[in-house]
């Protein structure tokens, strides 16, 4: 019976990558993976860097803007120091000419001093005067925090610097603003002011956009730089695949060509023994036939001894004929497997050339399934026929055995080895051993040729994947 194959599944062509893929993929993707760390490496130090130094100008900017705040209060209270050191806490007249000279105490475009009671009543306020008269205990500011609490809190302890938001007088819109408060004691005063730090975080905000801008570019840089690595990559990758496939094209001729040259071999063998054995068989045949007609027209009583003789000649024409039909494809690998296949082998060739052959192999019947029992064969086949032409070799010992890596096929001798262009060598180049090279490449095997003074070993192995599993043993036995 003609055996069923089990089709195997297969994925789908498109879901498959080419070698040329898997290379590119294998450069590119630790080159991108490594631009992108190294990417946001820089990012993140630049960023911490420069965050670092930001806050550190941020600092410096706003502790100058305090002194400058407590150089402008020294200079107020130089202003009304010797009126408030003399007056009494009820002396209305001094307190007046205070609040006058405090209110003429204007700097810059906003900036002012402002006085308030502890109460919470302003008493000064030049550049906002609808504050003036007012009670601000309580109320919130812009950022709804109580900012004059705080003022007269901090006025009591002796003075200290408060942050907040302020209208802007210039504006009129509430920008952030630092102020210096001190308390007149014996009046019971809140006297500050303040200095608006819009400018500071402006350059602040400067220069985070500026950072953020040297991040982008350092991004495009290595962009740009990782971008004509892949380029590179692939133009190289392009190029070696070009010339690989030249190569392979090359490899791909020349293996037609051996293969047609063997084909040839091969067809000028079986015609040469057609001519040389069968076709000399039949013409003998075809002379005792003849003899035996014309001795029956004479009636010659020898005509049986030529019909026998004519007889004795097919049979040795049918013994020719199954002997290299044999040859090309014995059926015994077929009906009873590698092993029984090996030892017809090993017995026509020692009846045949005299080198004494053995065969050592368990009973593998169809353990290994027809790709691999056929290229074993002619492994074999190839390698007897290398022994008999090369070698020198008086013996032969061929051993078959399985493993838990699969199966192999060992074939040695006590001949020449490769000295002298032994085994193929001189014939083609080894064209004998590059034949089971491609045999058992073509099956995902190896094969291993050792050489020594004693003689040469061929070791030929078959991986496990061409083992058949029982159940598909039993159905082949069917």
Same mark, same amino acid.
Not at 175 to 195: C, F, H, N, P
């Given at each position: 019976?003609?055996?069923?194959? %089990?089709?195997?599944?297969?994925?789908?062509?498109?879901?498959?990558?080419?070698?040329?893929?898997?290379?590119?993929?294998?450069?590119?993707?630790?080159?991108?993976?490594?631009?992108?760390?190294?990417?946001?490496?820089?990012?993140?130090?630049?960023?911490?860097?420069? %965050?670092?130094?930001?806050?550190?100008?941020?600092?410096?900017?706003?502790?100058?803007?305090?002194?400058?705040?407590?150089?402008?209060?020294?200079?107020?209270?130089?202003?009304?120091?010797?009126?408030?050191?003399?007056?009494?806490?009820?002396?209305?007249?001094?307190?007046?000419?205070?609040?006058?000279?405090?209110?003429?105490?204007?700097?810059?475009?906003?900036?002012?001093?402002?006085?308030?009671?502890?109460?919470?009543?302003?008493?000064?306020?030049?550049?906002?005067?609808?504050?003036?008269?007012?009670?601000?205990?309580?109320?919130?500011?812009?950022?709804?925090?109580?900012?004059?609490?705080?003022?007269?809190?901090?006025?009591?302890?002796?003075?200290?610097?408060?942050?907040?938001?302020?209208?802007?007088?210039?504006?009129?819109?509430?920008?952030?603003?630092?102020?210096?408060?001190?308390?007149?004691?014996?009046?019971?005063?809140?006297?500050?002011?303040?200095?608006?730090?819009?400018?500071?975080?402006?350059?602040?905000?400067?220069?985070?956009?500026?950072?953020?801008?040297?991040?982008?570019?350092?991004?495009?840089?290595?962009?740009?730089?990782?971008?004509?690595?892949?380029?590179?990559?692939?133009?190289?990758?392009?190029?070696?695949?070009?010339?690989?496939?030249?190569?392979?094209?090359?490899?791909?001729?020349?293996?037609?060509?051996?293969?047609?040259?063997?084909?040839?071999? !091969?067809?000028?063998?079986?015609?040469? !023994?057609?001519?040389?054995?069968?076709?000399?068989?039949?013409?003998?045949?075809?002379?005792?036939?003849?003899?035996?007609?014309?001795?029956?027209?004479?009636?010659?009583?020898?005509?049986?001894?030529?019909?026998?003789?004519?007889?004795?000649?097919?049979?040795?024409?049918?013994?020719?004929?199954?002997?290299?039909?044999?040859?090309?494809?014995?059926?015994?690998?077929?009906?009873?497997?590698?092993?029984?296949?090996?030892?017809?082998?090993?017995?026509?060739?020692?009846?045949?050339?005299?080198?004494?052959?053995?065969?050592?192999?368990?009973?593998?019947?169809?353990?290994?399934?027809?790709?691999?029992?056929?290229?074993?064969?002619?492994?074999?086949?190839?390698?007897?026929?290398?022994?008999?032409?090369?070698?020198?070799?008086?013996?032969?010992?061929?051993?078959?055995?399985?493993?838990?890596?699969?199966?192999?096929?060992?074939?040695?001798?006590?001949?020449?080895?490769? !000295?002298?262009?032994?085994?193929?060598?001189?014939?083609?180049?080894?064209?004998?051993?590059?034949?089971?090279?491609?045999?058992?490449?073509?099956?995902?095997?190896?094969?291993?040729?050792?050489?020594?003074?004693?003689?040469?070993?061929?070791?030929?192995?078959?991986?496990?994947?061409?083992?058949?599993?029982?159940?598909?043993?039993?159905?082949?036995?069917?």
């Amino acid at each position: 019976m003609a055996k069923m194959r %089990r089709p195997q599944a297969r994925p789908p062509r498109g879901a498959r990558l080419s070698y040329a893929q898997k290379i590119f993929l294998l450069a590119t993707v630790p080159l991108l993976l490594s631009a992108l760390s190294i990417a946001l490496l820089v990012a993140a130090q630049s960023r911490q860097t420069a %965050r670092q130094e930001i806050a550190f100008l941020e600092n410096e900017l706003i502790a100058a803007k305090k002194a400058e705040l407590r150089n402008y209060l020294s200079l107020a209270r130089t202003a009304f120091g010797i009126t408030y050191g003399r007056a009494l806490p009820d002396d209305e007249e001094a307190k007046l000419k205070v609040t006058q000279t405090l209110s003429a105490m204007l700097y810059g475009q906003d900036g002012y001093f402002f006085v308030y009671d502890y109460d919470g009543n302003n008493l000064v306020s030049p550049r906002r005067t609808e504050m003036i008269g007012r009670n601000w205990l309580g109320k919130p500011g812009p950022d709804g925090r109580k900012v004059v609490d705080r003022m007269i809190e901090v006025a009591r302890k002796g003075g200290g610097y408060l942050t907040y938001e302020w209208p802007k007088p210039s504006t009129g819109k509430p920008e952030k603003m630092v102020s210096y408060v001190i308390g007149l004691q014996d009046w019971r005063w809140a006297v500050g002011t303040g200095v608006f730090i819009d400018d500071v975080l402006a350059t602040v905000a400067a220069e985070r956009a500026e950072v953020e801008e040297r991040v982008r570019r350092t991004f495009l840089y290595i962009g740009a730089i990782t971008m004509a690595a892949l380029l590179l990559v692939f133009l190289s990758g392009l190029f070696i695949t070009l010339r690989e496939r030249r190569l392979a094209d090359a490899k791909l001729m020349a293996l037609t060509q051996r293969i047609v040259d063997t084909q040839e071999e !091969e067809r000028s063998r079986v015609a040469r !023994e057609l001519h040389d054995g069968i076709s000399q068989i039949l013409v003998g045949v075809r002379y005792a036939l003849e003899l035996a007609q014309r001795r029956l027209k004479a009636g010659d009583g020898r005509a049986g001894e030529s019909l026998a003789r004519g007889i004795e000649h097919l049979k040795g024409a049918i013994r020719e004929v199954r002997r290299i039909s044999h040859a090309l494809r014995p059926g015994v690998l077929d009906d009873l497997g590698l092993g029984p296949a090996l030892q017809t082998l090993t017995e026509d060739f020692q009846r045949r050339t005299g080198i004494h052959c053995t065969l050592q192999t368990v009973v593998f019947r169809n353990r290994l399934d027809e790709e691999a029992r056929i290229a074993l064969y002619r492994i074999a086949q190839e390698a007897l026929t290398n022994i008999e032409r090369h070698s020198g070799a008086s013996e032969v010992k061929i051993e078959l055995y399985g493993h838990k890596r699969g199966a192999t096929l060992r074939i040695s001798d006590n001949g020449r080895g490769f !000295e002298g262009g032994a085994h193929g060598q001189g014939s083609g180049n080894g064209l004998g051993l590059r034949n089971m090279q491609e045999r058992i490449e073509q099956i995902g095997g190896t094969l291993r040729v050792l050489s020594s003074r004693s003689g040469l070993a061929i070791e030929a192995t078959v991986p496990l994947s061409h083992m058949l599993p029982p159940e598909e043993i039993g159905k082949e036995s069917a």
